[in-house]
């Protein structure tokens, strides 16, 4: 079964930084898309980036310029860097992977989910 682990996840203060790292059980470069996807203490989730199988990447507004996702076909794993963290970024964020869907953007419906990595940012 395909399976995605998620790490990297911590508590840092205002500006500072975290890499987040997804590693899967399966070929990642069969993906149509992986995503990061984050959800706030009792809100609703909300698509942080997206990277297609060509390496095409889209962020949310609230992270752009800050935020960067990577993928690594070779080692099977997805990063998110997050730099310029604010408390407003304090959320579990999880990973994700579709391979039915071929269109790549942010979103919060997938097929496969991680169990998340929690980020908490102090001011």
């Known amino acids: 079964s395909e399976e995605l682990v998620e790490s990297g996840g911590g508590s840092v203060q205002t500006g500072g930084s975290l890499k987040l790292s997804c590693a899967a059980s399966v070929n990642i470069a069969g993906y149509y898309c992986m995503a990061w996807i984050r959800q706030f203490p009792g809100k609703e989730r909300e698509g942080v980036a997206v990277i297609a199988t060509d390496g095409t990447t889209t962020y949310a507004d609230s992270v752009r310029g800050r935020f960067a996702i990577s993928k690594d076909n070779a080692k099977n794993i997805l990063y998110l860097q997050m730099n310029n963290l604010v408390p407003e970024d304090t959320a579990t964020y999880y990973c994700?992977?579709?391979?039915?869907?071929?269109?790549?953007?942010?979103?919060?419906?997938?097929?496969?989910w991680g169990q998340g990595t929690q980020v908490i940012v102090s001011s």
């Open positions: 994700a992977a579709e391979g039915i869907i071929p269109e790549c953007y942010t979103r919060t419906d997938f097929e496969f």
